[in-house]
């Protein structure tokens, strides 16, 4: 048996723990897709400034 393993929860703590682990997740996907925009922007930025440099600079 292992000792460290955590007894049953009551369905209240049960429920409380599935809000908990909902939460995380969805800051975890929100963090993601924000990553996701700013390196979407980012490349589209560094995309815009070598069309500009080509059209001015050459």
Known sequence: MNP???PP?????RRSAAVAW???RRRTAL???MRGACYG?????????F????????
């Open 9 to 13: 929860r009551a369905d209240k703590n």
């Open 4 to 6: 460290n393993a955590h």
């Open 51 to 58: 069309v500009w440099a080509q059209q001015h600079l050459l």
């Open 31 to 33: 963090t993601q897709v």
């Open 22 to 24: 909902r939460a995380r």
């Open 41 to 49: 922007i980012g490349t589209g930025a560094v995309g815009l400034a």
